[in-house]
């Protein structure tokens, strides 16, 4: 079976001479693209030193992850950064003394699982947005305790529309609401009267 672990890494001051506040994380998948577990952490850094302790936080985690698993013959790490991966698949040279530190920290970890594939994957940013909020969270100040627990996901909601209040019993408009030429209340998300609104419930609006 394929593990898949995707990684990510970001600082809020991308500076080799001056690292600022950092965050990486990781999140795990099966092949069949089932979470599985997912951690992030804060640190003080460059973008890419955080893009590698993301991915070492992944490699550092492995222990646990193929106990919780099973039948794990390939890990697949998917970054969204072209220098880590091709970095670690020694298609770029490393220059950068601290990078070249912490990719012989991973490449001496993994030297354990040799009876396991290891690959690497570069993916668009787009495709790695769950390690990209956990990183956000880290940096928030949400630390992730408990690694197998539920995966920390961000609200798609944008607004809380009338239509939903209404059905909730939680409306209290200020403002008039507009009205059809009924003179009916109107959804301002939907535009269908508030009885009759097609947003969803706002405990599945998440």
Same mark, same amino acid.
């Given at each position: 079976?394929? &593990?898949?672990?995707?990684?990510?890494?970001?600082?809020?001051?991308?500076?080799?001479?001056?690292?600022?506040?950092?965050?990486?994380?990781?999140?795990?998948?099966?092949?069949?693209?089932?979470?599985?577990?997912? &951690?992030?952490?804060?640190?003080?850094?460059?973008?890419?030193?955080?893009?590698?302790?993301? &991915?070492? *936080?992944?490699?550092?985690?492995?222990?646990?992850?193929?106990?919780?698993?099973?039948?794990?013959?390939?890990?697949?790490? =998917?970054?969204?950064?072209?220098?880590?991966?091709?970095?670690?698949?020694?298609?770029?040279?490393?220059?950068?003394?601290?990078?070249?530190?912490?990719?012989?920290?991973?490449?001496?970890?993994?030297?354990?699982?040799?009876?396991?594939?290891?690959?690497?994957?570069?993916?668009?940013?787009?495709?790695?947005?769950?390690?990209?909020?956990?990183?956000? *969270?880290?940096?928030?100040?949400?630390?992730?305790?408990?690694?197998?627990?539920?995966?920390?996901?961000?609200?798609?909601?944008?607004?809380?529309?009338?239509?939903?209040?209404?059905?909730?019993?939680?409306?209290?408009?200020?403002?008039?609401?507009?009205?059809?030429?009924?003179?009916?209340?109107?959804?301002?998300?939907?535009?269908? =009267? *508030?009885?009759?609104?097609?947003?969803?419930?706002?405990?599945?609006?998440?």
């Amino acid at each position: 079976m394929k &593990l898949i672990i995707y990684t990510d890494g970001g600082s809020r001051s991308n500076s080799a001479t001056e690292p600022g506040p950092a965050s990486c994380a990781f999140v795990a998948f099966d092949e069949q693209h089932k979470y599985v577990a997912c &951690l992030n952490e804060t640190l003080i850094g460059s973008n890419n030193v955080a893009e590698y302790r993301g &991915l070492l *936080l992944a490699v550092n985690s492995l222990d646990p992850l193929l106990d919780f698993t099973s039948d794990v013959d390939r890990i697949e790490f =998917r970054a969204d950064s072209q220098l880590l991966v091709n970095q670690m698949t020694r298609e770029w040279r490393c220059k950068d003394e601290n990078l070249i530190a912490l990719q012989h920290q991973i490449r001496e970890i993994l030297a354990f699982y040799s009876g396991i594939v290891i690959s690497y994957v570069w993916y668009p940013r787009e495709e790695n947005r769950d390690a990209d909020y956990l990183c956000n *969270l880290a940096l928030d100040g949400n630390i992730i305790d408990n690694m197998f627990g539920p995966l920390p996901v961000k609200s798609k909601v944008r607004g809380i529309s009338a239509g939903q209040l209404f059905r909730a019993g939680r409306l209290t408009e200020s403002r008039p609401l507009r009205v059809d030429p009924e003179g009916y209340a109107l959804c301002g998300s939907c535009k269908e =009267r *508030l009885t009759n609104c097609k947003c969803p419930p706002l405990e599945e609006a998440v």
